[in-house]
């Protein structure tokens, strides 16, 4: 039996989170097949074409995927799940949106998230913002599966020759439909990509102290994040979010700057490489994860990192 | 229209779960219980669009033990009106809870489920998309507003990238992310005044659902630890340490 990966693109690369749900596919026993579901998608399934170790494209090219819009894309994958022993996605918000339409549609129990591979039935994945992790075994016939991107690390882009087959649409459900995107642009790298992250939190007192910590992230080519509690207060928007309901990070440096380190926060961060925490509060919990703690007033080191990085 | 607000009792928020010695679970006797935060999100939602006059009628359900009347007085206290617990002591997973939502909506006939996007005890994530699926109803996931409810609604959800608004058909499945409100705390009257609202208390069986688990927990151990490391004086060596002992930078 093969897995079926299911791909998220921009219709002209694969997003980087597939490549990490590729990477667990790698783990298991079987051919990956890549699914690319989209409207123009001509040329990502190419590219998808190239990544190493998958077998076989599947490109699903019709106006009904041109928004990931779940209630179209979960008949697809309805269709074609029989065939596979696996299906994987990363846990995005993306993945986790069609899933687990699709298990429901398939009558099978969905693996949320998982960080681990213990056999083809048998997955680690965390519960309670990651304070425990459970090994489970799933009895379904076929598996449905997303993938903690940040437990898996990312396979090439490429180096693969798979052959590409187109397959037909399954129609426009008629539930939803897209209206607009509110997307933040940045010139700086994407969070869950970047080699190294500084976030802010509450500390940062303000939307408009921020730029103290972008110009540090300008110098160390890093993506800025924030924690729940600066979001909350409207400082940054919510894509800024590193945390357990936010976006999960691992990078080789996370630098968390008036940061207390909520259960919450760190479930988004700790698998992080090297940790830095500055923080005027020496009893705060953030450095009791920290490789590196700096107890400081934040408007002091942030400008005083700034020049010490030049 | 009727709103129903499917709500989940967990161990509080502000707790620190501890794992088993057996590696059986997590405990939670004589641990502290309450609504799982998202759900509360989704309850008091549901409360301001009938005090808006946008539903007439707001019913909370449950799946669980009998304790978990609790989280339903919770939800009446908050302004349900009415609530049903579906009393079981068996495993609940997601796609047996939405076959026994999916019951409960075709006997309650709401023009709209809100709910929590996730429980933080399992973190699946899944319930919502799966009753949307078992219904054929649109859904409209990690949604941080809520905009009108007519023969369509518009929802902004959060996703990766920002902000996307979508158009629901209705009747539709919501689910609610953290910013979409911030849920009101129950007056002493109105906790008094839950104590006499409706609670109907039905079983899987009459329901007619298998609860049969799918998957099988082998074990639930502690995440690896993370030592503390040490703590710098100043930038000057915070920079120096990274640059030359990690050598991250």
Known sequence: MSILVVAEHDKSTLASATYNAVAAAAQLSGDIHLLIAGSGTGSVAEAAAKTPGVTKVLNADAAEYAHDIAENIAPLLVQVAPGYSHVLAAATTFGKNVMPRAAALLDVQQISEISGIESDDTFVRPVYAGNAMATVQSSDSVKLITVRTTAFEAVAAEGGSAEIEAISGTGDAGLSTFVSQDISQSDRPELTTARIVISGGRGMKSGENFPLLESVADKLNAAVGASRAAVDAGYVSNDFQVGQTGKVVAPDLYIAVGISGAIQHLAGMKDSKIIVAINNDEEAPIFQVADYGLVSDLFDALPALDKELG | ?249
């Open chain 2, 1 to 249: 229209m009727k709103v129903l607000i499917p709500v989940k009792r967990v161990i509080d928020a502000n707790i620190k779960v501890r794992v088993k010695g057996d590696q059986s679970g997590v405990e939670t006797s004589n641990v502290k219980m309450a609504m799982n935060p998202f759900c509360e999100i989704a309850v008091e939602e549901a409360v301001r669009m009938k005090e808006s006059g946008a539903a007439e009628e707001v019913i909370a359900v449950t799946v669980g033990p009998s304790q978990s009347q609790e989280t339903l007085r919770t939800a009446l206290a908050m302004g349900a009106d009415r609530a049903i617990l579906i009393e079981t002591d068996e495993v609940l997973e997601p796609l047996s809870v939405a076959k026994l939502l999916k019951v409960v909506v075709g006997n309650e006939t709401p023009g709209m489920v809100i709910m929590g996007k996730q429980a933080i005890d399992g973190d699946n994530n899944q319930t919502g998309q799966m009753l949307a699926a078992l219904l054929g109803w649109s859904q409209g996931t990690f949604v941080s507003k809520i905009d009108g409810a007519g023969a369509t609604t518009n929802v902004t959800r959060e996703v990766d990238a920002g902000l996307e608004t979508v158009t629901l058909k209705m009747p539709a499945v919501v689910t609610v992310d953290l910013r979409l409100n911030e849920p009101r705390y129950a007056s002493l009257p109105n906790i008094m005044k839950a104590k006499k609202k409706p609670m109907e208390t039905v079983t899987p069986a009459d329901l007619g659902v298998d609860m049969t688990p799918r998957v099988t927990v082998l074990k639930v151990t502690e995440p690896p630890a993370r030592d503390a490391g040490v703590k710098v004086a100043d930038v000057a060596q915070l920079v120096d340490k990274l640059r030359n002992e990690a050598k991250v930078i």
